[in-house]
């Protein structure tokens, strides 16, 4: 395998994987032709994660958000259904959405004043008779939409490319694990309130890598674990109190705890541990109604055991300190934006929603103990990435103990995935990531 970067558009050079070894090349971080190609060909053909149904349920209800670099806006409909537009004014093109989510029936671009109803028909052109000697026809300048919408449980899809695979097709197994969180609630899950936006001086492929990263967690989170597992000890044992606590204990005794990792198909990754006191989970309270819904197996999957689900490129389930949604967008190959929610079971208890929150605001802020950590982390990577003495990332960690197919604990939950490995703090399961991401590349 070459030791100097590959040529931009022959994406084999990226990887070695000769036998035993799993390597990338640190230029995946910082080719700047590299990330035009991904915009295109990963973020222009994948399924991208674009809201959660919850955030729009009145008629005109929309969230603003990006596909790639591309700016569109999911808009709930007269009937019910949901569809998506480029956010682009036929006019001029000026994004047409305020804000990042909102209500508007109908869509008044700020620069001109041209209108759009919220099934992406043009509705008013200002000074109508003055172009072109006549009027414009106004079917004819009727918003872009995203080729293709789909929604799995709740959680709503966009891509450009109406050639695209089914939704269903493309998570594949990944689904039995957003199931874990989805079916938290016979009610439904909803977002919580709040805008949690940041900024991160580093490729979006990190954002990817650190959302599965059992291994950073003992190191960049010990400043979490210590701080949390102090402040638990000043805890009483009042009735809400097992549920203030955080288990943020385990953070420091990583290794003593029941783990794993998944590669799935498609590029999704998952990363899971058991949990220390489940009765610190906000979701406690429900347990005997879930059970009897979903049965002891599905059950212990959702409470006692922690969760990361990445979906392939740029979507994290996090159900581990808190249940958090988070996506990241690629701006330029060294700068990302990553949004952050917090989902929870409609009706659960005043107690259990304030923990919650609470939790999330612990380990999900932006200004929270750690995220911080996380951001330091990944710009680390990405400035000591420019470092020409070394130029492979070693993906090595759990090699060893890494099996093909599933293990039991996949095995109880239904699924199949291509690997799985019996430690969270391993690297394996980055493989399927960067196979899919170097399919995609080349298709
Ligand atoms: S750009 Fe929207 S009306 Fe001119
Ligand atoms: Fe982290």
């Given at each position: 395998?070459?030791?100097?970067?590959?040529?931009?558009?022959?994406?084999?050079?990226?990887?070695?994987?000769?036998?035993?070894?799993?390597?990338?090349h640190r230029s995946v971080f910082l080719d700047p032709a590299?990330?035009?190609?991904e915009m295109e060909r990963i973020f222009g053909r994948s399924w991208i994660y674009l809201c959660h149904e919850s955030q729009i349920r009145a008629h005109g209800a929309y969230v603003a958000t990006t596909i790639g670099r591309q700016p569109v806006f999911v808009i709930r409909q007269a009937d019910g259904s949901i569809k998506a537009f480029l956010n682009a004014c036929a006019h001029?093109?000026?994004?047409?959405?305020?804000?990042?989510?909102?209500?508007?029936?109908?869509?008044?671009?700020?620069?001109?004043?041209?209108?759009?109803?919220?099934?992406?028909?043009?509705?008013?052109?200002?000074?109508?008779?003055?172009?072109?000697?006549?009027?414009?026809?106004?079917?004819?300048v009727s918003l872009a939409a995203v080729p293709r919408v789909a929604t799995y449980k709740g959680f709503v899809f966009g891509c450009l490319d109406a050639a695209v695979d089914p939704l269903d097709e493309f998570l594949g197994d990944a689904r039995a694990f957003i199931d874990l969180m989805a079916d938290q609630s016979e009610q439904g899950m909803e977002i919580l309130k709040g805008e949690s936006v940041y900024m991160m001086r580093a490729n979006w492929k990190l954002q990817t890598e650190n959302s599965t990263d059992g291994y950073h967690v003992a190191t960049v989170h010990r400043s979490f674990g210590t701080a949390l597992s102090f402040r638990d000890s000043l805890l009483g044992t009042g009735a809400d109190d097992p549920m203030k606590k955080t288990e943020a204990a385990r953070i420091l005794t990583l290794d003593k705890i029941v783990s794993g990792a998944y590669t799935l198909r498609n590029g999704h990754?998952?990363?899971?541990?058991?949990?220390?006191?489940?009765?610190?989970?906000?979701?406690?309270?429900?347990?005997?109604?879930?059970?009897?819904?979903?049965?002891?197996?599905?059950?212990?999957?959702?409470?006692?055991?922690?969760?990361?689900?990445?979906?392939?490129?740029?979507l994290l389930l996090n159900d581990m300190?808190?249940?958090?949604?988070?996506?990241?967008?690629?701006?330029?190959v060294d700068l990302t934006e990553i949004e952050t929610w917090c989902l929870a079971p409609i009706g659960e208890s005043a107690a259990a929603r304030?923990?919650?929150?609470?939790?999330?605001?612990?380990?999900?802020?932006?200004?929270?103990?750690?995220?911080?950590?996380?951001?330091?982390?990944?710009?680390?990577?990405h400035a000591g990435s420019?470092?020409?003495?070394?130029?492979?990332?070693?993906?090595?960690?759990?090699?060893?103990?890494?099996?093909?197919?599933?293990?039991?604990?996949?095995?109880?939950l239904g699924v199949e995935p291509l690997t799985s490995n019996p430690g969270r703090e391993s690297e394996t399961a980055f493989d399927g990531f960067y196979r899919e991401w170097r399919r995609r590349l080349a298709s």
């Open positions: 395998m070459p030791d100097t970067a590959p040529s931009e558009f022959d994406p084999t050079g990226y990887i070695d994987e000769r036998p035993g070894v799993f390597r990338v590299l990330f035009e190609r001029r093109g000026a994004a047409l959405t305020a804000r990042r989510s909102g209500t508007a029936r109908t869509i008044t671009c700020r620069y001109h004043g041209w209108s759009y109803a919220a099934d992406g028909r043009c509705v008013m052109i200002r000074a109508e008779e003055g172009f072109h000697g006549s009027a414009i026809e106004r079917a004819s990754m998952i990363n899971w541990s058991t949990r220390g006191m489940p009765e610190a989970v906000p979701l406690h309270e429900r347990r005997a109604r879930l059970e009897a819904v979903h049965g002891a197996e599905k059950v212990r999957w959702m409470i006692d055991r922690g969760r990361t689900v990445t979906i392939f490129p740029n300190a808190s249940t958090c949604i988070r996506i990241w967008r690629p701006i330029a304030r923990a919650r929150i609470r939790k999330y605001e612990d380990f999900f802020f932006p200004a929270s103990l750690a995220v911080p950590d996380d951001v330091a982390a990944m710009e680390g990577a420019q470092a020409s003495a070394h130029v492979w990332n070693d993906l090595a960690l759990g090699r060893a103990t890494m099996i093909a197919g599933a293990d039991e604990a996949a095995r109880a």
